[in-house]
T-cell receptor, first 111, second 117 residues
Framework: SQQGEEDPQALSIQEGENATMNCSYK?????LQWYRQNSGRGLVHLIL?????REKHSGRLRVTLDTSKKSSSLLITASRAADTASYFCATDESGANNLFFGTGTRLTVIP | EAGVAQSPRYKIIEKRQSVAFWCNPI?????LYWYQQILGQGPKLLIQ????????DSQLPKDRFSAERLKGVDSTLKIQPAKLEDSAVYLC???????????????FGPGTRLTVL
């Protein structure tokens, strides 16, 4: 099994701009999940997209999944300073019964 | 709904000492996970419990790490003896039982930040 890899490793934008983070993985999956981690805190689940779904929305979040390319993207629209955090993708690999986390994207939103 | 509770939040020890972490999952969650998160990296699974049985401990350094989940609720993770490279945040998470091998949302506690000097 392989962890996902996020790209970019770090991203800095102005408040109000959109932020896009990408995740690539290597094996077949049941679902892919995105989590947020504020500095020094635990992870918070943002959104789950199943392998038979291509796009999902939740508030200002939009997630896409391309299983043929083994990649996913997370778009945060109209960013706010409070969105400053690290964002991780996690893959539920077929047959694994647990999640494999990527290395994360550190997002900084400048007020 | 109460979240996942962990204690202590911070711990500083010297190498070769022992340390234990405690986790109380969300009520009714059958699955409990312990992760190790080294600074700048994503969480790495150490051990997964289903009720009080171990599902996966393939990444647990069993010569020094041990974990138990008595009665299928609370869990403790122990390191004995600690090494410098054990410095990390130890995260506990819980979820409902996987359905047909599909992992559901995991709910994380605040973590314990361990520093080994």
């Amino acid at each position: 099994s392989q962890q996902g890899e996020e790209d970019p490793q770090a991203l800095s934008i102005q408040e109000g701009e959109n932020a896009t983070m990408n995740c690539s993985y290597k094996t077949s999956i049941n679902n892919l999940q995105w989590y947020r981690q504020n500095s020094g805190r635990g992870l918070v689940h943002l959104i789950l997209i199943r392998s038979n779904e291509r796009e999902k929305h939740s508030g200002r979040l939009r997630v896409t999944l391309d299983t043929s390319k083994k990649s996913s993207s997370l778009l945060i629209t109209a960013s706010r300073a409070a969105d400053t955090a690290s964002y991780f993708c996690a893959t539920d690999e077929s047959g694994a019964n647990n999640l494999f986390f990527g290395t994360g994207t550190r997002l900084t939103v400048i007020p | 709904e109460a979240g996942v509770a962990q204690s202590p939040r911070y711990k500083i020890i010297e190498k070769r000492q022992s340390v234990a972490f405690w986790c109380n999952p969300i009520s009714g969650h059958a699955t409990l996970y312990w992760y190790q998160q080294i600074l700048g990296q994503g969480p790495k699974l150490l051990i997964q419990f289903q009720n009080n049985g171990v599902v996966d401990d393939s990444q647990l350094p069993k010569d020094r790490f041990s974990a138990e989940r008595l009665k299928g609720v609370d869990s403790t993770l122990k390191i004995q003896p600690a090494k410098l490279e054990d410095s990390a945040v130890y995260l506990c998470a819980s979820s409902t039982r996987p359905l047909a091998g599909i992992t559901d949302t995991q709910y994380f506690g605040p973590g314990t930040r361990l520093t080994v000097l």
